[in-house]
């Protein structure tokens, strides 16, 4: 109305001045004042009772992410009639290769005029602090159960996290459409989970739990399974509604957020990922950040608000409310558990607290005699290593970092072999080339170690080679199952009993084993575990592995080269086929004369060597070795190169 009146009287002043041009004018003034009015909007009318915000967890492969694809297709067609979407959940690489989630990620949908904030994360335990911290985003979990494998030690765990923060949960039993599931679904897997409940110290209100049948692959989710008119996951959507409060925040109050997430934006630099606990909050409002001891890290004017709707689409939004999940941008020198808030709130949000970490590797610069010559290494000094892994623990809290009195070499802590395995191959793919030490088990001050718990299924007939195996490694058995021919073994052992067992698994195994594990708690040391280990092929020269060299060495054991590949001395070649170390040369060459010339070579044949994965590489090392890593090898070799200093290390054991 003010803007209207202004212009008609500049019009009247002007008279003889173009009028055209003083219309444009003013239509170009009101595209700025509206967008002004846009952008910094006085409120956000926002209905709380139609908000709910719940984490999906699970154990791994279960179909968590499978799930929440379902329900953004849902969300998308009744929008817009779309319904393209595939883990859209998993956008990182090594999520997409492994098929499994590493960290978690929250995304905004609605449905049927509400609006659902999901957070996706983690089924395994070595990535518990990405499950923790989303808890502290969501009023309710939705445990999702595979129909025919049961309650896992992973859902355990998941669970167990959840309703020690007093989440309300919802169960649903997944991939009913499996021939498999016929047996298990109607009984035996909803008493499974009710027993877990239980077992965990479930209150009244969070065993009344409601209970869906879904096949996220064909896209349906039902409260009676047989019922196959109903083809969508409607179902979800208003068991959510009805089981889950809306978020219990005052949006009156100061504004107030516990950083749950740390996110990297090419133009915007680290946004810190929460949920809005009370008040509101525009863009360019002043605020501070307080450390979890109550200290003001900094205060600074919000530069940006995003939020990620329909997946992972990031979009920037004027202002948040509370009850939504969002990442804030402007405030650097912030980090996980910090509150950002209100220049006149001065005491921090609680934060859930984090399991310890149980395991350590320590990293440093490679100093191999091929250091430095992979094409693709970019990042090789200590600083460039270091930085990275400053960053790194800064977004992830399970994670912890020493660095050595010398500034050279960084000891790692974390929950498992799995979740450094995942940073060690970030870092590669970025560049980076490194030496990797032997994992080791962190004790406590009063000697206790952690203790595992490891649920195996494996053929009946392979039962009593895991028991007799796990046994020598100071395993207890717990429970002993038996279904169809598969048996599912319960051991609690010391992490370090388990430490290097998968390969020697999966051999007695077959391949047919499945092995899941779970850190249980801190126990009594359990005393000195004897693995029967295979001694090490090493190379005694450097130089080319030779077919004719290669050849020689096979029956002396299981080879890790190929021909052609660059070896040097110090460098584990293979697995001798007895308990002890042999130094050989696999870089000899057939002396020719006019005897054996190239052209009499027999035709020969070479069984391909044993390729070592990242993960299998460092179950693998013994003490005595390490592990050198870049962008395109990953080569196994002794911490002393030259064997007369190994000979004099090993006399002084």
């Not at 090493?538 to 054991?557: C, F, H, K, V």
């Amino acid at each position: 109305m003010l803007f209207s009146q202004c212009r008609s009287l500049a019009i009247r002043r002007l008279g003889g001045v173009d009028r055209r041009m003083m219309t444009t004018t003013m239509t170009i003034m009101a595209a700025v004042g509206s967008a002004s009015r846009r952008c910094f909007s006085s409120s956000v009318v926002r209905d709380i009772s139609k908000i709910r915000n719940l984490s999906i967890i699970a154990h791994v492969d279960h179909g968590k992410t499978s799930l929440v694809d379902c329900l953004l297709k849902e969300s998308l067609s009744q929008r817009s009639g779309s319904t393209e979407s595939e883990r859209v959940m998993d956008s990182n690489q090594l999520e997409k290769e492994r098929g499994i989630t590493i960290l978690a990620k929250a995304t905004e949908l609605t449905f049927n005029g509400y609006t659902f904030n999901i957070c996706d994360t983690p089924g395994h335990a070595d990535f518990g602090g990405e499950v923790e911290r989303s808890l502290s985003m969501v009023d309710g979990v939705a445990l999702v159960v595979d129909a025919t494998e049961g309650p896992m030690a992973q859902t355990k765990f998941v669970l167990k996290k959840a309703l020690q923060a007093g989440k309300l949960p919802m169960v649903v039993i997944n991939k009913v459409d499996r021939p498999t599931a016929a047996t298990r679904v109607g009984g035996p897997v909803e008493n499974e989970i009710f027993d877990l409940f239980c077992q965990l110290d479930a209150n009244d209100e969070q065993l009344d739990y409601p209970v869906l049948y879904a096949s996220a692959r064909q896209g349906w989710c039902r409260t009676d399974w047989k019922d196959e008119s109903v083809q969508d996951v409607t179902a979800f959507f208003a068991a959510a509604v009805k089981r889950f409060p809306s978020p219990n925040v005052d949006p009156t109050a100061a504004f107030q957020m516990l950083v749950s997430q740390l996110e990297s934006n090419s133009y915007f630099g680290k946004c810190l990922l929460g949920r809005v606990q009370s008040g509101t909050v525009k863009v360019g409002q002043r605020i501070h950040s307080i450390a979890p001891n109550g200290d003001i890290v900094e205060d600074n004017r919000i530069m940006k608000i995003l939020k990620r709707r329909q997946g992972m689409t990031q979009i920037a939004v004027d202002e948040a409310v509370a009850g939504d999940i969002v990442s804030i941008a402007g405030l650097p020198k912030s980090t996980v558990n910090s509150t950002l808030a209100d220049l006149s709130i001065v005491d921090p949000i609680p934060s859930i607290p984090i399991d310890p970490p149980t395991i350590s590797m320590m990293f440093a610069v490679n100093d191999s005699p091929l250091s430095g010559k992979d094409a693709k290494s970019k990042k090789v000094t200590s600083t460039m290593i270091r930085e990275r892994l400053e960053k790194e623990v800064e977004s992830n809290i399970a994670l912890n970092l020493t660095i050595s009195p010398n500034g050279e070499a960084f000891e790692v802590r974390g929950r498992g072999e799995l979740q450094l395995g995942i940073l060690i191959e970030t870092m590669r793919r970025e560049g980076f080339e490194m030496s990797i030490y032997p994992p080791k088990c962190l004790f406590k001050d009063d000697g206790s170690e952690p203790i595992e718990e490891a649920v195996i299924d494996v053929e009946a007939d392979y039962a009593g080679t895991v028991i007799e195996k796990l046994t020598l490694r100071k395993g207890e058995l717990k429970d002993y199952t038996t279904h169809q021919g598969r048996s599912r073994l319960v051991f609690q052992v010391p992490t370090r009993g388990l430490m290097g067992y998968r390969r020697e698994f999966v051999n007695d195994t077959h391949g047919s084993g499945v092995m899941q594990r779970l850190f249980l708690e801190y126990g009594p040391y359990r005393g000195s575990i004897d693995k029967l280990e295979k001694g090490a092929l090493i190379s005694s020269e450097s130089g080319i592995a030779t077919m004719y060299a290669l050849l020689a060495l096979e029956p002396r054991g299981q080879l890790f080269v190929s021909p052609g590949e660059e070896v040097y001395e110090g460098m584990v070649i293979g697995e001798h086929t007895r308990d002890n170390d042999l130094e050989c040369n696999a870089s000899k060459e057939k002396h020719l004369s006019n005897v054996r010339t190239v052209m009499r070579d027999d035709t020969v044949k070479l069984t391909p060597p044993r390729i070592l994965t990242l993960e299998d590489a460092i179950t693998y090392m013994r003490d005595d070795e390490c592990l050198e890593v870049t962008p395109s090898s990953i080569r196994l070799r002794k911490q002393l190169l030259d064997s007369a200093k190994r000979k004099v290390a090993n006399r002084k054991k």
